[in-house]
């Protein structure tokens, strides 16, 4: 059974980082593309970045670019969302996915999310 | 690439029919996925590429369309079918959601 494990979440002054964690679980997660993608509450859902399985290759949406850091570790079945100079519009419920149909993606499997609060 | 879903909401009862539209502001092919979403749940996929359903999703669920209109269908609604529905298109970067439709019960 595919299960994907976020952490890292949690309440966070603006300008500052925070760095989320997916640990994957029951398939070849060094095979498989890797996706975070977003939900402000009460809003709808929002791609943020996707990585491929080998590192070789990452995306984000124009709102995080230069701001996030999209990583993984597949020794340790693990993707990571590094988060920099994070602001009020980045407060959302954080979801890892599996992306298929690289390079374009849809997402497969969902984690159950992460939540980023981003106030003072 | 912009994707419009229609309506926001809708009403529906149990054991109806409906239908969900989403528009892509340019053409998309068939490269387009439906999630349903839960309150405080993760999305789960429904189809991918407009009309393959995806494992252990029920038939009352279909897709159709193709270039830059598509419905999804839900031919006998039942009690855990009102939520929320996404589109999502994977034609090209960024992916891009719909805003999302909401199925009430009337």
């Known amino acids: 059974e595919v299960q994907l494990l976020e952490s890292g979440g949690g309440l966070i002054q603006p300008g500052r980082s925070l760095k989320l964690s997916c640990r994957a679980s029951g398939f070849s997660f060094s095979s498989q593309a890797m996706s975070w993608v977003r939900q402000a509450p009460g809003k709808g859902l929002e791609w943020v970045s996707v990585?491929?399985?080998?590192?070789?290759?990452?995306y984000y949406a124009d709102s995080v670019k230069g701001r996030f850091i999209i990583s993984r570790d597949n020794s340790k079945n693990t993707l990571y969302l590094q988060m920099r100079s994070l602001r009020g519009d980045d407060t959302a419920m954080y979801y890892c996915?599996?992306?298929?149909?690289?390079?374009?993606?849809?997402?497969?499997?969902w984690g159950q999310g992460s939540l980023v609060t981003v106030s003072s | 690439i912009q994707m419009t879903q229609s309506p926001a909401t809708l009403s529906a009862s149990v054991g109806g029919r409906i239908t969900i539209t989403c528009r892509a502001s340019q053409t998309i092919s068939t490269w387009l996925a439906w999630y349903q979403q839960r309150p405080g749940r993760a999305p789960k996929l429904l189809i991918s590429?407009?009309?393959n359903l995806e494992g252990g999703v029920p038939s009352r669920f279909s897709g159709s369309g193709s270039g830059t209109e598509f419905t999804l269908t839900i031919s006998s609604l039942q009690s855990d079918d009102f939520v929320t529905y996404y589109c999502?298109?994977?034609?090209?970067?960024?992916?891009?959601f719909g805003q999302g439709t909401k199925v009430e019960i009337k």
């Open positions: 990585i491929s399985d080998n590192s070789l290759n990452t």
């Open positions: 996915a599996t992306a298929l149909e690289w390079p374009n993606p849809y997402f497969d499997h």
């Open positions: 999502q298109q994977y034609s090209s970067y960024p992916w891009t």
């Open positions: 590429k407009t009309t």
